[in-house]
């Protein structure tokens, strides 16, 4: 029987995109992935906040951004602004600091919609990733290189993944709901 190994890993690869891509998705509760996608301007090129600065929680609703090269605020400053966060950070002598004001009814329901693109992105990769897979297996049943009853059996095995995949990408949605209704 063919080895889905590579198959499964592309599919835990488009998972932990979700994962991550939710993560970075603002509910009113204050988390260093909101952040650690935004890229600054340093030196003349663009370097993640993470590499120049270090990013702690005061409080449920404030991150505070430490840079480790003083210099740095005002490019933090202007990434944080230009980023989609939609904040305006407030710069001290020692860092910025970024309040996340409470969601709206009206700004809930739409990160519920970007947190639903980005489960539907995810799912077109794991159908795209699927087809792929069987194509190839369908090659090799052609070609001879594997029976007839051995290419029904990996369809059915595929799609056992494919829907297990499915059933972790819903549950990361539903928690992100239950996170941006909280």
């Given at each position: 029987?063919?080895?889905?190994?590579?198959?499964?890993?592309?599919?835990?690869?488009?998972?932990?995109?979700l994962?991550?891509?939710?993560?970075?998705?603002?509910?009113?509760?204050?988390?260093p992935?909101?952040?650690?996608?935004?890229?600054?301007?340093?030196?003349?090129?663009?370097?993640?906040?993470?590499h120049?600065?270090?990013?702690?929680?005061e409080?449920?609703?404030?991150?505070?951004v430490?840079?480790?090269?003083?210099?740095?605020?005002?490019?933090?400053?202007?990434?944080i602004?230009?980023?989609?966060?939609?904040?305006?950070?407030?710069?001290?002598?020692?860092?910025?600091?970024?309040?996340?004001?409470?969601?709206?009814?009206?700004?809930?329901?739409?990160?519920?919609?970007?947190?639903?693109?980005?489960?539907?992105?995810?799912?077109?990769?794991?159908?795209?990733?699927?087809?792929?897979?069987?194509?190839?297996?369908?090659?090799?049943?052609?070609?001879?290189?594997?029976?007839?009853?051995?290419?029904?059996?990996?369809?059915?095995?595929?799609q056992?993944?494919?829907?297990?995949?499915?059933?972790?990408?819903?549950?990361?949605?539903?928690?992100?709901?239950?996170?941006?209704?909280?």
């Amino acid at each position: 029987m063919s080895d889905l190994t590579a198959f499964k890993d592309k599919l835990k690869e488009t998972e932990d995109w979700l994962a991550k891509e939710l993560a970075g998705i603002r509910t009113g509760r204050a988390t260093p992935a909101l952040v650690d996608g935004i890229m600054i301007d340093q030196y003349g090129s663009k370097t993640p906040l993470k590499h120049v600065a270090s990013i702690s929680i005061e409080d449920a609703r404030t991150i505070f951004v430490s840079p480790w090269d003083k210099g740095n605020v005002k490019p933090i400053e202007a990434a944080i602004i230009a980023s989609s966060l939609g904040v305006m950070p407030t710069v001290n002598d020692s860092g910025v600091r970024i309040a996340l004001p409470a969601l709206t009814e009206e700004r809930r329901k739409d990160l519920g919609k970007v947190a639903k693109q980005k489960l539907e992105e995810a799912r077109i990769s794991l159908r795209r990733e699927r087809d792929e897979v069987w194509s190839d297996i369908q090659e090799k049943e052609r070609a001879g290189e594997m029976p007839e009853d051995e290419k029904f059996m990996l369809k059915e095995k595929i799609q056992e993944i494919v829907d297990a995949t499915n059933a972790e990408l819903d549950a990361l949605l539903a928690n992100k709901e239950k996170e941006i209704a909280a």
